[in-house]
């Protein structure tokens, strides 16, 4: 065990866990940040996507001891209302389905529209390419991103 000094969504936090302890786990059951989602544990999904300063990252398989003082934003830090562009977006095309990979697909949509803010199609899918959605809402997944890179 060792102490971590992590800075989650703008806040400082201290946790003591073993350092190969991967950031899914510290944030789900220490720091109860449960919208990053366990999906297969082997950065296979993306459903546990969260953002290392800005650049976005399977917590599955990302160790508490590598983080060191970047900044990880996590579906509940992209933004304090649930206004982020992204996110009107997915409500306004009825994104979800069962929404289990939700937070995964706008946290690496999010860093995608941080680098390329008007992505072509093709774009999209090759940065999305790995997030699996089981329920099939890709068409609606591209179409959210596309509405919230217009916005």
């Excluded at 065990?1 to 866990?17: G, P, S, T, W």
């Excluded at 789900?28 to 919208?35: C, F």
């Excluded at 999906?39 to 996507?49: D, E, L, R, S």
Aim: with cysteine; glycine share 8%.
């Amino acid at each position: 065990m060792a102490i971590f000094k992590l800075k989650v969504n703008r806040k400082e936090y201290q946790v003591d866990v073993d350092p190969s302890t991967p950031m899914l786990w510290v944030l789900r059951d220490h720091l109860n940040l449960v919208g990053t989602k366990f999906g297969c544990g082997m950065a296979q999904c993306g459903a546990c996507t969260i953002h290392l300063d800005g650049v976005a990252v399977r917590s599955c398989i990302t160790f508490v001891d590598s983080v060191g003082d970047k900044e990880i934003t996590t579906i509940e830090g992209l933004s304090e209302n649930g206004d982020h562009p992204l996110q009107q977006a997915w409500i306004e095309h009825d994104v979800p389905q069962c929404g289990y990979c939700q937070s995964g697909q706008i946290m690496n949509a999010a860093a995608l529209l941080k680098v390329n803010p008007h992505p072509t199609d093709e774009e999209i899918e090759s940065a999305m390419n790995g997030n699996i959605c089981r329920c099939g809402t890709y068409t609606r997944i591209k179409a959210a991103i596309k509405t919230a890179a217009n916005s």
